[in-house]
């Protein structure tokens, strides 16, 4: 098994002088490359290699080196707008959606942002209120409908167990 993340592929934003790459949305979907995400995973459903970009949130700028992804028969992907388009969403074979209620959201973004990107308390919150909330609502609670499976935050054993068999299923198929 081998997972990718979403997250690889935010648009680089080293154009962009400091001050500015702070005011981008980083939460609406226009901040990812699409075309580059939707190439590496047709990449990785036909068994090729790739090279996976690199993106420092610290920055808001993609690292200079790339990284090589060696596809396996099981890829986890994650990412917050995954199903949104029907091009990429039509690229798996299993769609999971994770609901997570604001105030775990709020949580995990909280210690995440506080530990690793070096932000303050009162600046995430801000973030949280003024894009955050919106786009989840807008772009990505929406694509529940496009989901296989829903779990619930956290989910429990059986869930777990349901999962396993699906994927378990889907591979045997």
């Not at 001050?19 to 090729?48: K, M």
Request: hydrophobic letters at 40%; charged letters at 30%.
């Amino acid at each position: 098994m081998a997972s990718l993340s979403l997250d690889n592929f935010y648009r680089d934003r080293s154009h962009l002088a400091p001050p500015l790459r702070e005011r981008v949305n980083y939460d609406h979907p226009r901040a990812i490359d699409w075309s580059l995400a939707e190439a590496v995973l047709r990449s990785c459903r036909a068994g090729r290699a790739v090279r996976l970009p690199q993106y420092s949130f610290a920055t808001h700028t993609r690292l200079p080196k790339s990284k090589l992804f060696v596809p396996k028969s099981i890829i986890l992907v994650d990412g917050l707008w995954l199903l949104w388009r029907p091009r990429l969403r039509g690229l798996f074979d299993l769609r999971i959606f994770l609901h997570c209620p604001a105030r775990l959201r709020l949580r995990r973004r909280l210690e995440r942002d506080l530990a690793g990107r070096g932000r303050d308390r009162r600046s995430v919150y801000r973030q949280f209120q003024d894009t955050v909330a919106p786009m989840h609502e807008r772009f990505v609670a929406p694509q529940a409908r496009w989901a296989d499976v829903i779990f619930r935050q956290p989910p429990g054993r059986r869930e777990v167990e349901r999962l396993a068999a699906l994927i378990a299923k889907t591979v045997s198929a």
